[in-house]
């Protein structure tokens, strides 16, 4: 079984990637808004950030998955959000990917949909650093964002 501390360091690793691929992704995004022969490299990292996203969320659906399920009675309830949350992210970089074809989207319009991305995605990244990174979250009750009543 990998120790908690690997799996830290992993996400950690995995994350500080992610980041500096979605910050490549916005400076090629904003520099095809001045040139449009820029399309093609916006294609190029978002091709390598969708094979590093891919590569993360199968680390954690097979080592972080199986550990959360038996951290406590809320385990089942924090898989099934991870996997809803792998779920949004994927399709979401679908769009993105089918949104950078040419002639599919503007490149301003394009550029704004990036930029919408990371925004989301770093908050996701940050909210999981605090559930799965933070020793003191592990068994902590999981946060509701709305009650219905």
Same mark, same amino acid.
């Given at each position: 079984? *990998?120790?908690?501390?690997?799996?830290?360091?992993?996400?950690?690793? &995995?994350?500080? #990637?992610?980041?500096?691929?979605?910050?490549?992704?916005?400076?090629?995004?904003?520099?095809?808004?001045? &040139?449009?022969?820029?399309? %093609?490299? *916006?294609?190029?990292?978002?091709?390598?950030?969708?094979?590093?996203?891919?590569?993360?969320?199968?680390?954690?659906?097979?080592?972080?998955? %199986?550990?959360?399920?038996? @951290? &406590?009675?809320?385990? %089942? #309830?924090?898989?099934?959000?991870?996997?809803?949350?792998?779920?949004?992210?994927?399709?979401?970089?679908?769009?993105? @990917?089918? &949104?950078?074809?040419?002639?599919?989207?503007?490149?301003?319009?394009?550029?704004?949909?990036?930029?919408?991305?990371?925004?989301?995605?770093?908050?996701?990244?940050?909210?999981?650093?605090?559930?799965?990174?933070?020793?003191?979250?592990?068994?902590?009750? %999981?946060?509701?964002?709305?009650?219905?009543?």
């Amino acid at each position: 079984m *990998i120790a908690r501390v690997e799996i830290r360091k992993r996400i950690s690793s &995995d994350h500080a #990637v992610l980041r500096s691929l979605c910050r490549a992704l916005i400076a090629v995004a904003r520099a095809a808004e001045r &040139d449009e022969k820029h399309r %093609p490299v *916006i294609r190029d990292v978002l091709g390598q950030l969708c094979t590093e996203v891919e590569r993360h969320f199968q680390y954690e659906e097979e080592v972080i998955v %199986p550990l959360m399920r038996e @951290v &406590d009675a809320w385990g %089942p #309830v924090r898989v099934e959000r991870l996997f809803q949350e792998h779920a949004e992210q994927r399709s979401v970089l679908v769009a993105l @990917v089918e &949104d950078a074809e040419d002639g599919v989207r503007n490149v301003e319009d394009l550029a704004d949909e990036v930029v919408w991305f990371f925004q989301r995605f770093e908050q996701d990244m940050a909210d999981e650093e605090e559930r799965l990174l933070n020793a003191e979250a592990l068994g902590a009750e %999981p946060r509701v964002d709305q009650i219905d009543g």
